[in-house]
């Protein structure tokens, strides 16, 4: 039994190093669903507007999942406790990138508000680097 016993334990904080997780992948795909729905709002070619939708889903889900894997991933425990507002904000998020928000809509609007909510997150991941 010996020999499978660890020499060496380890510890750590994350299950990957920390370098690996940054709201900028969320905020480069919101960025550019709210382009799309700029470039939607004025273009009048049905075709465009299918295939702009098209894409505005398919990076509105890249953003809930750049989030989620940061809310269940990277926060833990103690960054819920010092930011109670964390798991509204994130919630918030995921929403606004969902079939209730950005997936919903064509307006800009829509897309800002991501964006705004991916800073507010943004500001406390960093926050959180610092400590």
Sequence with gaps: MRIFAA???????????????????ARIEAESVKAIQEKYQGNEDP???ARAVQIKDQRSE??????????SDYFKAPHFE???QLHTLFND????AS??????????????H???????IDKIFWETKQA
């Design 7 to 25: 020499k060496t334990t380890v510890s750590a904080h994350c299950d990957l190093p920390c370098g690996v997780y940054d709201p900028a992948q």
């Design 47 to 49: 075709i465009f507007r």
């Design 62 to 71: 890249l953003v809930k999942h750049h989030l989620e894997v940061l809310w």
């Design 82 to 84: 010092k930011y109670p």
């Design 93 to 96: 998020a995921v929403k606004a």
């Design 99 to 112: 079939a209730t928000g950005t997936k919903a809509s064509n307006d800009p609007a829509t897309g800002q």
């Design 114 to 120: 991501l964006l705004d909510l991916i800073a507010e």
